[in-house]
């Protein structure tokens, strides 16, 4: 049954802007993103949003909802009461373009300040040989769709726009950690990821997790197995000192 | 240059990269303010147990020992409270024997990953909840001191081991009646080994013990066995928060039901 639902929608460029209200006609089974664009098909048409796939797997339609980073595509408006107001805002830590449209670019740059996967020289491409048991943990962190929530509601960088060049996110230290866990990879990741990409920022209070759509446990196995790997390298005195005595040849590799 | 707005193409005027300005500290509608204030309410409860616990001086019945005050290290515990008999204290220290040993439990959940999210959520407010503002104009999160010293966690998880050996022991000599015959099986010694399981459950659940067992290794294929534990040990963190607070009410509620036998408030046949 149909309908007529409140909507407070962000409206505004280049952060200058506030809430507009909209009484808009609502149909069963639609969501957020459906009402969205009937307001920009019936009242609103230069209202900006940013969507591809309508199917929660592009990750472009991210926004807060209610104060709450989600996917408009994928939040139906039965979990709303008829009579609720739905206030609908861009996402915040990140600069706005126009309306529900933020510039996600802070993330591509954190992206490219990751070194890429690094395999040991001797071995050639089509040699990896790995087992399933040996990948199956970052595979978890490959079902990202890079929609930022994440990053967005991290608090490091939410409440705090200056620690921005020090911490690259949840997003890119699960990137880290993803890397740190493969077999093949070489790079040496624990000294950078405290000292370069701010995982020491990181006060595990796991909101990334609560809001990733892909209900990935970012928190739980890329930031604190990564946070456990750095204080094998750096605050832990009995594997220092292990290394030292045993030292075995090759590096982590051969692990 | 900051790199806040890296990325764009050159020649957006500066206003155009910033954040939408809204003023309000949150726009959530529902009750986040409730999960916060339940752990704050609850691990405040804890703490004014413990320190009542602590200073208080019936820890021991034969045949329970009072969780928080196991190991009982000190010439001032009573005889049979001793842990194997010895008190390598001696009698110089004449403050509560409990305090001796409260620094290991006690540092072990403080530094644990989940008790550092429950406290910074509900004490520090950092975040409340999420998406909600939190009230700091800085934050450096662990990056220095004090903060930097919970990467000590793993040593602390050693300790939590000794003392998960200790309580298990306490545990059997439960099963001894008052004069030490064999036998014994009260109300209190289902509650200390009810408490036990708990310990242990929430101890090997530890996210440190999950990189010791395997979680540092990147080949589980070489090293089957570890890669078994880990298995196990994933399985069990997955319920880690669920674990500490069980465990957590699990010792407290074991604690004073020793001291009220002890204190002959409870003292019904097989208490
Ligand atoms: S767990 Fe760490 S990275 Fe994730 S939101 Fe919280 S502080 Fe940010
Ligand atoms: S980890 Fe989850 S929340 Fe973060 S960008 Fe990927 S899908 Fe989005
Ligand atoms: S439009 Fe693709 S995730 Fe929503
Ligand atoms: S005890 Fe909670 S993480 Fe170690």
Redesign the pocket.
């Known amino acids: 049954m149909g309908y007529k639902a409140k909507f407070r929608v962000w409206r505004g460029e280049g952060g200058e802007g506030g809430l507009e209200d909209f009484v808009v006609e609502v149909n069963e089974g639609e969501v957020v993103l459906d009402v969205i664009h009937r307001l920009q098909a019936t009242q609103a048409p230069d209202l900006a949003v940013r969507w591809n796939c309508k199917a929660g797997k592009c990750g472009s339609c991210s926004m807060e909802i209610n104060g709450k980073p989600r996917l408009g595509c994928m939040t139906r408006m039965s979990t709303f009461s008829e009579d609720e107001t739905i206030t609908v805002t861009p996402m915040r830590t990140f600069p706005v373009i126009k309306d529900l449209v933020t510039d996600v670019s802070f993330n591509y740059q954190k992206a490219r300040e990751i070194p890429s996967f690094t395999p040991p020289d001797n071995v050639k491409p089509g040699e990896y040989r790995m087992q399933q048991i040996d990948v199956e943990r970052s595979q978890e962190f490959r079902k990202c769709i890079e929609c930022f929530m ?1 990053n967005n ?4 960088i939410r409440d705090h726009e200056e620690n921005k060049p020090a911490f690259a ?2 997003r890119f ?1 699960m990137r880290i950690a993803e890397l740190d866990m493969h077999p093949y990879d070489v790079a040496d990741r624990k000294d950078s990821a405290q000292e370069e990409h701010g995982l020491g ?9 609560e809001v990733c759509p892909e209900h990935i446990k ?2 739980d196995n890329a ?1 604190i197995p990564m946070k456990e790997r750095v204080v094998d390298r750096k605050y832990d005195p009995l594997v220092w000192l292990g290394n030292k005595i045993f030292k075995r040849p090759g590096s982590s590799a051969s692990k | 240059m900051t790199q806040t707005t890296a990325g764009r193409p050159t020649g957006e005027p500066a206003q155009r990269k910033q954040r939408a300005q809204i003023t309000a500290r949150t726009l959530r509608t529902d009750r986040w303010w409730l999960a916060p204030a339940i752990t704050f309410a609850a691990l405040a409860s804890f703490l004014v147990y413990g320190l009542w616990a602590i200073f208080d001086k019936s820890y021991f019945v034969e045949p329970y020992i009072a969780p928080f005050s196991s190991p009982c290290l000190a010439t001032s515990c009573p005889e049979g409270a001793r842990f194997l008999g010895l008190a390598p204290f001696g009698d110089w220290w004449t403050l509560p024997p409990g305090i001796l040993i409260l620094g290991l439990p006690a540092g072990f959940r403080l530094t644990c990953y989940y008790y550092r ?1 429950g406290y910074y959520r509900a004490f520090w407010l950092s975040p409340p909840a ?1 998406a909600v503002a939190e009230p700091h104009k800085k934050y450096t ?1 662990e990056t220095r001191l004090p903060l930097i010293i919970q990467n000590i966690h793993r040593y602390f998880f050693y300790g939590a081991v000794l003392i998960a050996l200790v309580l298990t022991w306490d545990a059997v000599l439960a099963l001894r009646d008052e004069h030490g015959a064999w036998g014994h099986f009260g109300l209190g010694t289902l509650i200390l080994w009810i408490n036990v399981v708990l310990i242990w459950s929430y101890t090997l659940s530890c996210h440190s013990c999950r990189h010791i067992t395997a979680g540092r290794l990147n080949h589980f294929s070489k090293h089957p066995l570890r890669y078994k534990m880990w298995t196990f040990v994933s399985k069990l963190n997955r319920r880690h928060m669920l674990l500490a607070w069980l465990s957590m009410y699990s010792v407290m509620l074991a604690d004073l039901y020793v001291r009220l036998v002890a204190k002959g408030i409870i003292n019904f046949p097989l208490a």
Do not use: D, R, S
Request: proline share 4%.
């Open positions: 994440c509601v991290c608090h490091v996110g949840p230290l920022y990181c006060n595990i209070t796991k909101c990334c997790t970012i928190t930031l | 999210k999420c999160g």
